[in-house]
């Protein structure tokens, strides 16, 4: 669901097009007239014009790549904004006594990565105009992505209560309870995304996972078939639909999502995932393996395909590789209870009692923390 995910990056790299080299190979002659040096001040202050002219374009073309929007395709979360329609020239106005120039301000700043100063100038905002939702909302993506949901939540939640149209802050909201593992609410909050703009794919593909953790699957490819037909190249909702069929144990189907979700985007890495695991349920033990390590080569930060080779090994008696593979998952997700689970059955296997009862109790504690 959010969708991690593509962020704006600054070209620093660039060639300007001004070759610095020293390109005399002699010392130049001093003039012999003042006819002469007046000559050579009119050409140089001729030169400082056409380079002034030169630096000002290359200034703007900085400023155009600033206004760049974020990616609104990624799984999780939709984190579209106010578009900056103009570069505020600060010599113009007291910039930072402006509202609109400090929200604009902070959103490149957000873009850029540049959290700190971009709560800064937010926050300036908010402090000048307690009213303006873009600003509530363009510092809760901050909190996001800085990973502050509690701060996060009261300004998608401020934002909201002074703009009830803003179906993009209603969406971000319930991805934040949808990974804090609070369904309902996160249903709640699609919902009113989907109510506000009906043609909203990414908050039907959203609600169509939390269908799918609560359990009612059909309800969830209802929303995904719905987010396809919005977006007919949109990756993320066949994937998930392969995820559902999954669940539902009809594995060639959601074979056929995931080859449809790979012809979109080829490297994705969760699709492969997906696959892999509906290979692994069909017996398909190679197959398998090829897709998890294919999933782990695109994004080796993932623990669930290094449980899920884990699994592979397992089941074709590699228990050393299994072990290895599930050791991976724990040490990327600590609290991954499953892993936790196969590694103490192999370690049992292997002899090494301490070891496999360490792994057990260790899942155990996970699991009634769950259930609380």
């Known amino acids: 669901m959010r969708t991690v995910k593509p962020y704006i990056k600054i070209d620093t790299t660039k060639n300007n097009g001004i070759d610095n080299k020293d390109k005399l190979s002699k010392k130049p002659q001093p003039a012999k007239n003042l006819r002469k040096l007046k000559s ?16 000002l374009i290359l200034q703007e073309s900085k400023n155009q790549e600033l206004r760049k929007e974020t990616d609104a ?14 570069t505020v020239n600060k010599t113009e106005n007291n910039e930072l006594n402006n509202p609109d120039y400090l929200i604009k301000e902070g959103y490149r700043y957000y873009l850029n990565k540049r959290y700190g100063q971009a709560l800064k100038s937010l926050s300036r905002a908010i402090e000048l105009d307690s009213l303006a939702s873009r600003a509530y909302y363009n510092r809760a993506l901050v909190y996001d992505e800085m990973k502050t949901y509690d701060l996060a939540i009261n ?41 506000i703009d009906p043609e909203y794919a990414t908050a039907y593909n959203n609600r169509g996972r939390v269908y799918t953790e609560k359990g009612e699957y059909e ?22 639909k392969a995820l559902v069929y999954n669940k539902m144990k009809k594995y060639d189907v959601a074979i056929e999502n995931c080859n449809k979700a790979l012809s979109i985007r080829p490297k994705f890495s969760r699709a492969y995932n997906n ?67 196969f590694r ?26 769950l259930d609380k």
């Open 155 to 195: 300004d998608y939640k401020m934002a909201v209560s002074l703009d009830t149209n803003n179906s993009r802050a209603f969406n971000n909201l319930g991805v934040i309870y949808f990974n804090k593992k609070n369904l309902d609410s996160a249903l709640l909050c699609f919902s009113l995304a989907i109510e």
């Open 344 to 369: 103490s059955r192999v370690n049992e296997v292997l002899g090494r009692k301490n070891e496999a009862r360490e792994d057990y109790n260790k899942y155990l504690q996970l699991i009634l923390e």
């Open 219 to 240: 309800l969830a490819l209802q929303d995904h078939d719905k987010a396809i037909q919005i977006n007919p190249q949109y990756s993320f909702a066949y994937n998930n």
């Open 275 to 341: 696959r892999g695991f509906a290979y692994l349920n069909k017996n398909q033990i190679e197959m398998a393996i090829n897709d998890f390590e294919k999933a782990i080569q695109l994004d080796s930060r993932d623990p669930e395909p290094h449980f899920n080779l884990g699994l592979a090994k397992f089941y074709s008696g590699n228990l050393e590789l299994a072990l290895k593979y599930f050791s991976k998952a724990i040490e990327l997700k600590f609290d991954y209870a499953e892993a936790y689970l």
């Open 73 to 86: 395709s990624n799984e999780k979360v939709d984190k579209n904004s106010i578009p900056l329609n103009k």
């Open 40 to 55: 050579l001040f009119k050409l140089l202050m001729f030169g400082l014009f056409i380079w002034g002219i030169v630096v």
